[in-house]
């Protein structure tokens, strides 16, 4: 089995996290390679112009894909890898509980959050700047788990077993010292998207999977991709041995009727009342 067979069968296989993992990885490897090409023939093209989230509203609103675009992008290798490690972890935790249709949802969802969140707080700041990076969806992931298993324990290297909320009260504290300091956009989207992952559980356990329309969407695409089985066609063969023990059964039935009526006329007037036919039918039918 080479590479692409093997990569092709860890994507099948897979969970949703695998699955998210593969898609954020091909997406910066296939654009990347896609700008590297267009500038050596002289063409300028920054993709990240289609798919960062600005938050300029005016523009924001002029490509409002965007909310969803932000999500599966990141600015530098190093950030690509830093949060998919990140993924892997939470998306693993938040699997051990909830499904990877609801973990999907929540990424999605948790990303539109903390979008919407990073645009309206750089309204309110009178600030403009884009965003791209899966850092808000995830922290929906993590958020999301501590909140529904926050005494979860965890073996962390050279710290030893802590409980799931302490880590991310920890990480909580660190976005919200960083706020005023440093990459402001992206530490509103982690509580953004750390909101949605508290608010998620919360309606969860009353009663309401605010991921519900997302796995009914991620259903119809299935099935709409999936190929449909053609019926192969299947040959009748008429059953001829029913009717043939069906003659044998009438058959039957008139001979033993033919000897009760000769056997009813032989007690009413005699064997010697017989017919000659009577008496060898009768003859056969005892042998």
């Not at 798919?51 to 530098?76: D, G, M, Q, R």
């Not at 504290?173 to 919360?202: C, R, S």
């Not at 063969?237 to 044998?248: D, E, P, W």
Request: aromatic letters at 14%; charged letters at 15%.
């Amino acid at each position: 089995m080479n590479i692409l067979d093997d990569l092709k069968l860890q994507y099948k296989t897979g969970g949703m996290v695998q699955k998210l993992i593969f898609w954020n990885i091909g997406l910066f490897v296939g654009f990347s390679l896609l700008e590297v090409v267009l500038k050596l023939s002289n063409v300028a093209f920054n993709y990240f112009d289609f798919v960062a989230l600005p938050s300029n509203t005016t523009e924001f609103l002029a490509k409002p894909w965007t909310l969803i675009t932000f999500n599966f992008f990141h600015a530098t290798i190093f950030h690509l890898i830093f949060n998919l490690l990140v993924l892997h972890f939470s998306g693993r935790l938040f699997n051990t509980y909830f499904t990877d249709k609801q973990l999907f949802g929540v990424y999605l969802l948790g990303g539109i959050c903390s979008g919407l969140t990073f645009v309206s707080m750089y309204f309110i700041l009178g600030k403009t700047s884009s965003l791209v990076g899966a850092s808000g969806a995830i922290m929906a992931l993590l958020i999301a788990t501590a909140t529904y298993a926050p005494f979860m324990l965890l073996r962390i290297p050279l710290i030893g077993i802590v409980k799931l909320w302490h880590i991310a009260f920890v990480i909580l504290v660190i976005d919200l010292i960083q706020l005023p300091l440093e990459n402001t956009g992206g530490h509103i989207a982690h509580l953004g998207g750390a909101f949605f992952g508290f608010v998620y559980i919360k309606f969860l356990i009353s009663g309401t999977d605010l991921t519900k329309p997302i796995s009914a969407l991620l259903d119809v695409l299935a099935n709409a991709f999936k190929p449909t089985k053609k019926i192969p066609f299947k040959k009748v063969h008429r059953n001829t041995t029913k009717k043939t023990v069906n003659s044998f059964q009438q058959n039957k039935d008139f001979t033993q009727k033919q000897i009760d009526e000769i056997l009813d006329k032989i007690s009413k007037s005699g064997y010697d009342s017989l017919t000659k036919e009577e008496k060898e039918f009768l003859f056969k039918a005892g042998k």
